[in-house]
């Protein structure tokens, strides 16, 4: 499993469309990432695109996913909005997800609520524990573990 796959599985678990609603997304790709998607939906039965939000990637020297930056159309101001971001970190073993709110106060992403951590385990299985933090405390509180085989290409997982 690489980045990208984690990432997905990650904000499938935050994010959904109506079933009324068709993304669109118009990319800007440079080099061999992309920088920028911006998303709109389509009500079903009508052309017209409403904006929902721009995405914005940054990367390492590598190539390596480092932030994902979430910025909101408010219809009502007509401006874009930042939201929340995914923050990555890489070790030896793996990586860690962090998903943080834009604090408007403070300007900045200073409330980290949920984190993944994805590393690497015996044989090329993958370990992934999921956390959240409530705004009373600073600790980590492991909400889901599970351990990934890959085996033929086919992906199994089980919570433990």
Not at 46 to 53: A, H, P
Not at 97 to 115: I, L, P
């Amino acid at each position: 499993m690489d980045i990208i796959t984690a990432t997905a599985i990650m904000m499938a678990t935050m994010n959904g469309f109506s079933a009324n609603e068709q993304t669109v997304v118009n990319p800007v790709i440079e080099g061999n990432v992309v920088t920028s998607v911006e998303v709109m939906e389509r009500q079903a039965g009508s052309d017209l695109l409403t904006l929902k939000c721009k995405e914005f990637y940054a990367y390492d020297d590598d190539e390596r996913l480092v932030q994902k930056e979430v910025w909101t159309w408010n219809s009502h101001k007509m401006e874009w909005q930042k939201s929340h971001c995914w923050n990555y970190t890489y070790d030896a073993d793996g990586y860690t997800v962090e998903f943080a709110y834009w604090n408007e106060k403070e300007a900045n992403y200073s409330r980290q609520m949920r984190k993944q951590d994805v590393n690497e385990g015996i044989d090329g299985t993958l370990v992934v524990t999921q956390y959240i933090r409530h705004q009373k405390d600073s600790d980590w509180q492991v909400t889901d573990s599970y351990l990934m085989l890959r085996t033929d290409d086919v992906l199994l997982a089980t919570a433990f």
